[in-house]
């Protein structure tokens, strides 16, 4: 055997006996985990357990990033973890999450990066069939897009929440990167026609005047829709993520297209509960005002005196009638907390309507 050889066998014993105690000690972690879930069923006998914890999940993370040696990143480290709690999770109690689909779309990727791969996911076809799953108790938790850093926020989620009683357990976000991509077996024939969802096509707006003007765009309902038409499709190509690319086979003719760098979408986790306080959370609030001179500034001068950091402000139509406006808020801190507590207090003596639509663990991941 040569030198090189010899090295190798010893160090791949090495990583085996390393692999070994991995396995144990991830088996002593999954067999705490099945504990942790009979302690919480026989202390709430008939009751609907949670066994996801977001709180404890976001702590947990946190100091795996906090407190790892190298080499590997914080953000790997944490992303191994991630799936090993997720295993264990499913051990307690296998968790239905629902995410706006099909298959393939970035809010799939979105919610596999938030829960880890062990949840049964179910792909709906609109926001509000999410939201409908997860009130009804069809599903535990939904994913949702709520804001893309190039184009601003999804209305039809923020209009959600005037009406439904879901609450806010969490955020996500994820880069997204757009890929030009056609089929093998047609990659030789001129394309004519691109399909890919309305956001996408704004997302990559400069990139496609520039390197593919006048060729027909086509929206379609999602990225991974756009990704199976031209998948069947002769003389046609998709504009969509790397999950689409693989579901449907496709080649990328151009990698990332999107016209910022930082593209990213924020995502949230809709959830029945509320979310206890985890040492770095956000809230998120939906209120109306009277219309009167001074009623902004009369909102938002209690976050500057207690000193809380607004993360969001926008502005939607009311349902309730013509030239009415409900704010949508995010800021930092949990409704457990004193500082949240008293803002919310006197934000709710001038509104005619204050919701609250949780506090929840700052995105970790
Ligand atoms: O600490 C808990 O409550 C657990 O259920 C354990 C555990 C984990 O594996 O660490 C699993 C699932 C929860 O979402 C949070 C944490």
């Known amino acids: ?9 010893e160090l791949r014993d090495e990583i085996d006996q390393i692999d070994q105690k991995l396995m144990e000690l991830i088996s002593a972690r999954a067999t705490c985990a099945q504990e942790v879930a009979h302690v919480k069923t026989t202390a709430n006998p008939g009751q609907d357990v949670f066994f996801y914890r977001p709180e404890r999940e ?12 190298g080499p590997l990143s914080g953000e790997e480290m944490a992303r191994l973890f991630r799936e090993i709690m997720s295993a264990c999770l499913a051990l307690e109690k296998p968790m239905h999450i629902a995410f706006l689909g ?17 949840v049964i996911s179910v792909p709906l076809p609109a926001i509000d069939a999410v939201f409908r799953e997860v009130e009804s108790g069809a599903a535990h938790y939904g994913v949702v897009p709520v804001e893309n850093s190039t184009e601003g926020m999804i209305n039809h989620t923020l209009d959600m929440f005037m009406s439904s009683p879901l609450k806010i357990c969490g955020e996500v976000q994820l880069r997204i990167h757009h890929h030009l991509l ?6 030789d024939q001129e394309i004519t026609r691109i399909y890919s969802h309305q956001q996408s096509f704004a997302q990559c707006r400069q990139w496609l005047d520039t390197h593919r003007y006048g060729i027909e765009r086509v929206t379609v309902s999602s990225n991974a829709e756009a990704a199976r038409r031209a998948g069947a499709e002769p003389g046609s190509a998709a504009i969509a993520g790397d999950m689409a690319a693989e579901l449907y086979g496709l080649e990328k003719l151009a990698n990332s297209i999107e016209d910022r760098p930082d593209n990213t979408t924020r995502f949230l986790i809709i959830g029945r509960e509320e979310v206890p306080a985890s ?9 109306s005002m009277r219309n009167k001179p001074g009623a902004l500034y009369q909102l938002l001068e209690p ?23 409900v704010f949508y808020i995010d800021f930092e801190g949990h409704m457990e907390g004193d500082q949240v507590c008293k803002v919310l207090a006197e934000v709710e003596d001038e509104a005619v309507e204050l919701k609250r639509l949780g506090s929840y663990p700052i995105g970790v991941l």
């Open 1 to 9: 055997m040569s030198d090189e050889q010899v090295r190798l066998a």
């Open 182 to 187: 056609v089929s093998p077996k047609h990659k």
């Open 102 to 118: 099909p298959v393939g779309t970035f809010t799939q990727a979105a919610a596999l990066k938030h829960f880890g791969h062990s």
């Open 58 to 69: 976001a702590q947990v993370l946190r100091r795996i990033k906090e407190q790892n040696p």
């Open 279 to 287: 040492g770095h959370d956000k809230t998120s609030i939906l209120v």
């Open 303 to 325: 976050f500057h005196r207690h000193g809380l950091s607004l993360t969001r402000i926008e502005t939607r139509p009311s349902p309730s009638g013509t030239w009415a406006y």
